[in-house]
């Protein structure tokens, strides 16, 4: 995996060996994890786009773990630092996503079911995200991966979205600014997504992790 260095928001073609190795990576979660509680109904899922055939993405696998209660960074560390994740604290003290999500959507949930835990492993260039089963955030990704797949052009207009505000971010020491500009995209497309899901044409349950 590369990407320029003069861009930390650096797009590369899709890889398909992506999948195999986000598949390969979660089972070592899901072995680190077990014996948490909420571990066996937790679900496993590779996000993000390195999840989607054919988009291109930053070059680090986007993984989730859906669990149910929210385990300690204490904990969570103890088991995940052994396979080479290391909490993440984010470039600067607002990074998003880091230890909440930003609440969205219709769903009325109490406040603590946005927090989640982020950690990356940089041999892995992986960045797992560690959120409650019941987060809407959690079933929003998976939407949209599922909603990407199935559509190739909607697939398009977000490659060609991210295309425009990677070149935007050159010379960045950073991608924060990338990732919130994303965001846009998404506040677009989430009616769409969600409806599409709600229809039954997406795998509500998660995923399993082996592409």
Sequence with gaps: ?????DNPAALVDH?????LRAGQVLDQIRVALDGLPGAAEAQFDHIGST??????????????????????DVDLSLRLEPIGFRRAHGSRPDSPGVHRDTPRGDARVP???WEKSLFFAAGE???????RRDSPWGRYTVWFRDWLRAHPDARRRYEMTKRELSESNVCKADYDD????????????????T?????GRSDHAGHSGRE
């Design 51 to 72: 999840s989607v055939p054919g988009l291109a993405a930053k070059p680090f696998l986007d993984l989730q773990v859906r669990i149910l209660p929210l385990p300690s």
């Design 195 to 199: 409806r599409w899901a709600d229809s």
């Design 125 to 131: 260039s992986a960045i797992l995200h560690v959120r």
């Design 15 to 19: 890889d398909p060996r992506w999948l």
């Design 111 to 113: 406040d603590e079911v």
């Design 178 to 193: 990338y990732t919130r500009a994303k965001t846009d995209f998404f506040d677009e497309v989430q009616t769409v997504f």
């Design 1 to 5: 995996m590369s990407a320029r260095d």
